[in-house]
């Protein structure tokens, strides 16, 4: 594949000698309003603009790490950077775990997707939380404590205010969100929510201790598998 060189080829001659050395320094040619200059060639091209690619495991983890780059802020940037974006190389791979169970992300064959319940949830959160400049913030005061320039106390004090408003701006407002898929319970017919048991998840009546209804979860799993098979 030939690589294209866009307003390199304007340098072809100079650039052949000491390329790498005058590359940075090269200034493009004085332009004055009314110059004449010669086309060399058009094109016509059809293109068609592509959604970027889904996110692998591997892609996302990269993603958290290079959060530096889906932040405009400089200073934020430059944050994110030194703390080497979200999360840490321990706690990033949990992260997205935690994030499967919860059934914010789904995966579609080698791809992950955040499923509809993540998008209403993010959708409605205040802007801010979504963010990933909101980590870059939070490092600077972690930072500003660890050199003594604010004390734990009043960072403390300022998240549990800022939280507050925002738990109070929270309730005023309504929240749809589309819960998961969850089996009925088989003896009273209400909700059921995944728990953890010794060994495997299993399902539980919400309705527990009145009502004693369960599932084990590779049994519903199953019944999942048949049902997305006859749809197909
Ligand atoms: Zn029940």
Redesign the pocket.
Known sequence: MNAVTGWKALFADETTENEKKEDADLPLPVLHQGDRCQILETKIQSLHTKPPAPFTEGTLIAAMKNAASLVDDPQLKQILRESAGLGTEATRAGIIETLFKRQMLARKKHHIQATPLAQELIAGLPDMLTHPGMTALWEQSLEDIAQGKMSLAVFMQKQAQWLQHLVERGKAQPLPLTLPKTPD????????RQRQGKTSPFWG????P????MLNDKATQSRKARRANQQK
């Not at 009145?210 to 209804?213: N, P, T, V, Y």
């Open positions: 319970c088989p003896h009273c017919g209400g909700r059921m009546c919400v309705n527990y009145a009502c004693k209804g």
